[in-house]
């Protein structure tokens, strides 16, 4: 709440992420939503059901020309977040954004989408729900801070969701724990066998992802349709592990528990933000619109998880290790060697007991 005069607002889809978009920006003093675009009538229906003087559209090109605003939020599918960015960013006068998560379908989608909106000089948002959230944000704090000891490894526990959808948010908490650290390689292993859609996207039915930063923090996670968890009743679950201790937390809960010498198995409870994870990212949103600052830690941080993801699904096709960055020189793949086979005394690149 401030008392800036209110941004106007239009937001691009309807769906899931639209929606709580939508809820934010008409509950925030900082915005006027003015216009909403679905293709589904169906959909704008609920939109004019929440408020009768919104303008919606089927089409955001129509929209763009007939109702301009400071702020646009892409909440479309991944797909399309590249060339409505590239829309928006025509919008004359437009102040700032917010693009869904993931960024888009690819890293180098990603890349271009945050490119062109800092060579813009804009302020963008990537609401992903644990930067919003009081207790993760002070895990994250925690963490840095050192009070495990040396963080060695996150492992993550994830049913109901799959690595791109769901996994994107837990892999974006995975680097905020480590400060940004860049990522040396992942390796992971998916099942499609009941051909399972998510989202608009091709998803995993059960899938395990490593990852390792270069200073050798590993990160597990397990994710699929029906994954057995620890603790029933989450759809996240992390173990945080360090030299002193380790932190487990269920995502989205207002509490963890923290295990380090004194503390055994101590619940800390953490008094919850007031507003919507979306609406606290609008409004630091207005925030910068105002001021003139800029961050883009979590768009960046956001950006990372994405390429966590792709070379995580890269791996699985391919059966090998991803380097990161992702469009630089990979591993050669042979085709002719079954990890687990006997070795016939021919055709073997080097001998492991000679290492």
């Given amino acids: 709440m401030s008392d800036r005069r209110p941004l106007t607002a239009a937001v691009i889809g309807a769906g899931a992420g639209g929606t709580l978009s939508i809820d934010a920006l008409l509950a925030s003093d900082d915005f006027t939503l003015v216009a909403v675009a679905d293709m589904s009538e169906a959909a704008l229906e609920r939109v004019r059901a929440?408020?009768?003087a919104i303008t919606t559209y089927t089409s955001a090109e129509e929209m763009f020309a007939a109702s301009p605003t400071d702020v646009v939020c892409v909440s479309t599918y991944a797909p399309t977040h590249l060339p409505l960015t590239r829309a928006a960013l025509a919008i004359p006068g437009i102040k700032g954004l917010l693009v869904e998560k993931p960024l888009g379908d690819t890293t180098a989608a990603g890349t271009e989408i945050l490119g062109l909106i800092k060579d813009a000089g804009l302020p963008v948002v990537v609401p992903h729900g644990l930067m919003a959230q009081s207790a993760a944000l002070e895990v994250v704090q925690r963490v840095r801070a050192g009070d495990i000891g040396t963080l060695r490894v996150v492992e993550i526990e994830c049913t109901n969701w799959d690595i791109i959808n769901a996994g994107i948010h837990w892999l974006q908490f995975f680097v905020a724990l480590t400060g940004g650290e860049d990522v040396d390689f992942v390796l992971a292993a998916a099942d499609a066998s009941t051909r399972t859609f998510r989202d608009g996207m091709q998803v995993e039915t059960d899938a395990v992802t490593l990852a390792r930063t270069v200073s050798g923090v590993r990160m597990f996670m397990h994710t699929g349709d029906y994954v057995s968890m620890s603790r029933t009743g989450l759809a996240g679950l992390f173990r945080i592990i360090g030299d002193d201790g380790f932190i487990e937390f269920g995502a989205y809960e207002p509490y963890y528990t923290l295990v380090t010498p004194g503390h055994d198995r101590e619940r800390v409870d953490v008094e919850q933000f007031a507003v919507s994870g979306h609406q606290r990212h609008l409004e630091f949103l207005a925030a910068q619109i105002a001021d003139g600052t800029r961050d883009y830690s979590i768009p960046d941080s956001s950006l990372q998880a994405l390429e966590i993801v792709e070379a995580a699904y890269e791996?699985?096709?391919a059966h090998?290790?991803?380097?990161?960055?992702?469009?630089?020189?990979?591993?050669?793949?042979p085709t002719d060697w079954n990890p687990g086979a006997p070795y016939s005394g021919v055709g073997g690149g080097r001998n492991g007991r000679e290492l």
């Fill in 50 to 52: 929440k408020d009768d």
């Fill in 320 to 333: 090998g290790t991803v380097v990161l960055p992702i469009d630089g020189e990979q591993p050669e793949r």
């Fill in 315 to 317: 791996s699985a096709r």
